[in-house]
């Protein structure tokens, strides 16, 4: 979410807005865990939100758990 110059909500819509990159999946990864940050996160787009610290199986869970469904 914290970048320089452009933020992690702004990268999102522009994946999930550009045709070229359609189906391709957004997992965010970031410190920000209230509530609101979330749902910004799941209204830009993306389609996991996972906040630090975070273990790699959880990623991995995350991972599994969209292939499966797409």
């Known amino acids: 979410i914290m970048m ?3 933020n992690g909500y ?3 819509r522009s994946i999930k807005g550009d045709p070229d990159l359609k189906g391709t999946y957004v997992i965010m990864l970031t ?3 209230q509530v609101a940050e979330q ?3 799941k209204q830009a787009g993306a389609d996991e939100y996972i906040v630090k610290p975070f273990s790699p199986m959880e990623i991995l869970t995350k991972v599994k758990s969209i292939l499966a469904n797409a």
């Open 4 to 6: 320089p110059e452009v």
């Open 10 to 12: 702004d990268v999102c």
């Open 31 to 33: 410190a920000k865990g």
């Open 39 to 41: 749902e910004r996160g």
